[in-house]
């Protein structure tokens, strides 16, 4: 009986700490988001949160946030991931012009090795030898590292994190370039 009580008070605590912490989390999460999204797109007076809008991609989806400025497009911030960093997930926010070339990034997620695989967050927009990938239009780019034949310089001793990197921000382009057929380029074989 006491073992039953014990569990019963223990249960209950969870549950309220639960239902307190749930909104205030689900607040911060959105402010973050808000924070990636002007990070990566020009300015803007629209809401893009509020605009968002999924599109497909590789059997799952990318939510987009489009970025206006007297209602014409000028950016569309797209949240992005990749499953096969060295250790596991890798979410970026990326903002692309309405032509598709890269604005920005910013890596919102990760558990990559410190000291390397963290790097990301800032090696690829150094404009140093090939590693920025800012500027760059991902369909006349080749957006992957140069050991697969591509044209972006890994970051030194975390390829695989790189690749990570390369593979989400080339998921989001090509989301956003099969959702609006008007901006397709001429595509780099990949």
Known sequence: MTLLVITFVASAALALVYNVT?????????ENKNVSIQMVLPAFDNQPFAEQFKIASDGDSL????????????????????KKGYSGLISIMVGFKPDGTIINYSVIEHKETPGLG?????WFKTEKNHQSVLGKNPGTFKLKVKKDGGEVDAITAATISSRAFCE???????????????????????
């Open 22 to 30: 749930k909104e205030p989390i689900a607040l911060v999460q959105i």
């Open 118 to 122: 963290t790097k990301m967050g800032e």
């Open 168 to 190: 989400g921000i080339q998921r989001a382009y090509q989301a956003y370039i099969k959702s609006n057929p008007q901006n397709q380029t001429t595509e780099v074989t990949q």
């Open 63 to 82: 939510v987009c946030y489009p970025a206006k400025n007297n209602d014409k497009l000028v950016g569309v911030a797209i949240e992005t991931y990749s």
